[in-house]
């Protein structure tokens, strides 16, 4: 029953920033990851940020100092704060969750996905 809807995206300019939504729904009561991806244009998916349900977050190494995951558990929304922006993370923002039972939250293969929001860095 989870569900996640993104938005957010747009267009930056080059060290400007921008913030990404989701909102999420049916999240369980048991461990979970919510995470954010990403895929540019003719590369593969992959791990940006993601936290689990203590609120550990883990970062990929080219975002980190850069970037900020964080979950409002009032409004269940979850946040990417993308600061410094380099044309390099230009791609489609992907949220998604997954239930957790241990390990890496950015290794998971998660099947709850929100439908994209595009990032465009120039």
């Known amino acids: 029953h989870v569900q996640l809807v993104e938005s957010g995206g747009g267009s930056a300019q080059a060290g400007g920033s921008l913030t990404l939504s989701c909102a999420v729904s049916?999240?369980?009561?048991?461990?979970?990851?919510l995470g954010w991806f990403r895929q540019a244009a003719g590369k593969e998916r992959e791990g940006v940020a993601a936290?689990?349900?203590?609120?550990?977050?883990s970062y990929a190494d080219s975002v980190k100092g850069r970037f900020t995951i964080s979950l409002d558990n009032a409004k269940k929304i979850l946040f990417l704060q993308m600061n410094s922006l380099k044309p390099e993370d230009t791609a489609m923002y992907y949220c998604?969750?997954?239930?957790?039972?241990?390990?890496?939250?950015?290794?998971?293969?998660?099947?709850?996905w929100g439908q994209g929001t595009q990032v465009t860095v120039s």
């Open positions: 998604a969750g997954v239930r957790r039972f241990g390990g890496d939250c950015l290794a998971y293969d998660y099947n709850y």
């Open positions: 049916g999240l369980p009561h048991s461990s979970y990851c």
């Open positions: 936290l689990d349900r203590d609120g550990t977050t």
